[in-house]
Structure formats: structure tokens, C-alpha cells
């Protein structure tokens, strides 16, 4: 009879996705950084390890304040998520000459953050579930697709890397927010992830 447990197996899939050579937070924090990176023009040019490790620092300072705020309502943590959209992208800005981050980039990787550290459960991340009722859906063209056939929510006009105005990408998350109004948006993308996913195989 195995003696292996679920969380052995999930252990090794974690191990086998995430990869962490040093905390499961900074595992997230690069796994969601390699969702983003391909539509960061340029960036091979300029990228260097000490540049890339100050940036991670400061996307984990900026989203540690969305998950441990106390937050007694959706527009007050969406006040904050603009915040450090907005700071991640000047921080970004600062470091790199030829590059430059949007909008929909520093979205991107804040809330695959947070959807990663999500994913991990509150027996690995302690607090998790705090704000995740709060937490916004990671906006990419797979979940647009798959939102659009669930809900007929219309895709944004432009792709999600090219989005530059904070009003734009929130109208996006509060027609999510309207039409799934009972359920948690981040657990509704999970499983239309997974749909996705499994409609491909």
C-alpha cells in the first residue's frame, strides 16, 4: 500500500512547476514574471540578475500590502492594486531605458502573484484567504475567451499588453464582478482556466 499523501503529491507538482530555490514566495513572484516577460520588447537587451532581483523585491513589498491590509471593501483594495500597478511600473520605468512596462503588464504580474500564492492554500500560505475575495482576475486572452463564452463579457479592444489606462483594465474586472456578483472572481477564473486547459488536450 503507498504511503505517499496527497500533499507528497502536490508537494512534487509544485516542486516540478514553481521551482523554488528559495521561498515558495519568490518562486511565485518569477513564475508569474514568466507569464508576462515575452511582451516586454526588448528586454533581453537590457535585463540584468541585479536588476530583475530589485524588481521582484518590489513587486513582493507593493503586493504584501493586498494581502495583509485589512480591507473593509472591494474599492479599497482596488485603490491600493492601482497603487502598485502604478509604482511597479515606475520602479520598472527607472531601471530600464529601451523597455517599458503597462498597465496591463504590471496587472499581469501582481495578479498571477497572487493567483499562484492562491493556488498554494492557506496550509502553505498563511492568510491567503485574508483579501482573496477581493483579488483580481489575471487579464490575458485565454481568460477573455473564456469569459466571453461563459458570460459574454466582451473582450477589451486592445491587447492585454498594450492596456495603459488603469479605468480601462478596471471597467474589465467589474463586468466580471457584475455578472459572477455572489461568487469570488479569482475562484470563477481558476475553473475557467482549467476548462480552457482541458478543452486544448
Known sequence: MSELRPIDIEDFWIRVYLNPKEDLFSACADRAYRDLNRTLRGLRAEQTKTKYIELRRRLMDLSNLLLVTGFNCQDSFDDVHKNACQKLIRAFNREYKFTKMTIG???????????????????RILGISKNSRYFHVPVDGVIQMEFEKDAQISPLSMPWSKIDEYDTYLSYQKRIRQY??????????LKLFNRASSDKS
Open 105 to 123: 503588464q504590471a496587472q499581469k504580474w501582481i495578479n498571477m502573484y497572487l493567483k499562484y500564492l492562491f493556488a498554494l492554500g492557506e496550509q
Open 180 to 189: 459572477y456578483i455572489n461568487q469570488i472572481p479569482l475562484e470563477v477564473e
